[in-house]
């Protein structure tokens, strides 16, 4: 198990490719599987394949790429894997995973992860300039009205850990995953349903702004409460397809 060791700690193994890589991965979780005796059938043994990656309770490792799972809103992570699956999100091991569940599964898995309690790791420092926080600070908080770019906490709450039902918190995630995040929007590789406002936001946002966001926000101690919140009732600074008004009937 000394390659899944290396994978595990997020340590580069030298000689092997992406595809080589996510082969070994998708071995080593049902490597843990088969050892994890006596087996039984709950969520939490099923989701071991998906944890090999994400951490033993869908908690990302600190200072690794893996998005943390737990306690993210279910609709949101619901949305995910479906995006996942259809192609809106690329990442090719893991829509091969869910490529076979249904929709009923995913939703099921989504509310595993969205219902789990971990704490968060407490952030790591970021190397950025006093200028760049400030402006990451402005942008997050307040936004830039000259160039018609709304707070970002307009939309994820104002504690910034998201608003029910399908908007994320954007606390405890690493610099590097929320600069590729917000990269993969700007470039189309990430798609949310339509109209979608974050690909909006992300196009508006020149590079050193990204970079300026994601180095504040990976940075912000984690308040206590760090679930999301019930919308504020304030209509947002615009449509968002993954996140529509409440209607009364949300699937
Ligand atoms: C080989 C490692 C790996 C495995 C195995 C894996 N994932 Fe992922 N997962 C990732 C990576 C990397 C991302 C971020 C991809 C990106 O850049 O968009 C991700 C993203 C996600 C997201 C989106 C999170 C967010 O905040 O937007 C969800 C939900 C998710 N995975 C669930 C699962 C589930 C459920 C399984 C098991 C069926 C699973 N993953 C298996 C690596 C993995
Ligand atoms: C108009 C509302 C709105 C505004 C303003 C907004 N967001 Fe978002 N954001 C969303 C929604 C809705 C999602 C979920 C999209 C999906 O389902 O993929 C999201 C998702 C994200 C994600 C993905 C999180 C993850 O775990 O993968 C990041 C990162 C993000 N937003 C960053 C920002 C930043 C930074 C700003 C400010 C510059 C911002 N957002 C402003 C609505 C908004």
Redesign the pocket.
């Known amino acids: 198990m000394g390659l899944c060791d290396d994978l595990g700690s997020m340590k580069p193994i030298p000689r092997l490719r992406r595809w080589q890589t996510?082969l070994i991965?998708?071995g080593c979780?049902f490597l843990q599987v088969a050892a994890a005796a006596p087996f039984e059938d709950t969520m939490a043994q099923r989701?071991l394949?998906?944890t090999?990656?994400?951490g033993p309770q869908g908690r990302a490792a600190a200072d690794g790429?893996?998005?943390r799972?737990a306690g993210?809103p279910a609709d949101y992570?619901y949305h995910?894997?479906l995006n996942?699956r259809e192609g809106r999100?690329v990442?090719p091991?893991?829509a091969q995973?869910?490529d076979p569940l249904s929709d009923a599964y995913l939703l099921e898995?989504?509310e595993h992860?969205a219902g789990l309690e971990v704490p968060y790791p407490a952030p790591a420092p970021v190397n950025a300039t006093r200028q760049e926080m400030q402006r990451g600070e402005q942008l997050v908080l307040r936004g830039d009205a000259a160039r018609g770019l709304p707070a970002c906490a307009a939309c994820h709450g104002s504690a910034l850990t998201g608003v029910l039902p399908a908007t994320?918190g954007l606390l405890g995630l690493p610099r590097d995953y929320l600069n590729?995040?917000l990269g993969?929007w700007r470039t189309g590789l990430?798609k949310a349903h339509m109209p979608d406002c974050m690909a909006d936001i992300a196009r508006r946002l020149a590079p050193e702004d990204i970079a300026a966001v994601s180095a504040w926000l990976a940075t912000q101690r984690i308040p206590t409460n760090t679930h999301a919140v019930a919308p504020s009732g304030m209509p947002l600074p615009q449509r968002c397809g993954s996140a529509p008004p409440p209607t009364g009937n949300r699937r």
Request: hydrophobic residues 60%; proline residues 6%; glycine residues 0%.
């Open positions: 996510f991965a998708a979780a989701m394949a998906c090999a990656c994400h790429y893996y998005p799972l993210k992570l995910q894997l996942f999100r990442y091991l893991m995973m869910v898995i989504a992860f994320p590729a995040q993969a990430r």
